[in-house]
């Protein structure tokens, strides 16, 4: 069976990712919010803050982990920026 025909989990906030495709090819992100038809919006904190967090199919994406207290991304853009560094240094 090919890889087009197997179901994927849907991604949702707080899952630890990889990018499989485009130029973050090979970045780790932090699943901000889940969006429509397959798509989430994704941060590392520095290049790609909170308040301007990519757009991403979950097709492209590979999912490393997850970070159970999401609270965080509540809290202004600069704090939860800095929780994102932190998680996806340790990855």
Known sequence: ????????PALSAGDIVMAKAGRGKG???LV???AE???VYISDGKTR????A???KNL???RLGRVENTEFLTAPGAAADAEIRKIVKEV
């Open 1 to 8: 069976m090919s890889a087009k025909h197997i179901e994927r």
């Open 27 to 29: 970045r780790v992100f």
């Open 32 to 34: 901000i919010a889940a």
């Open 37 to 39: 038809n397959g798509y």
């Open 49 to 52: 803050k909170v308040s301007n």
């Open 54 to 56: 990519k757009l991403k």
């Open 60 to 62: 492209h994406l590979l």
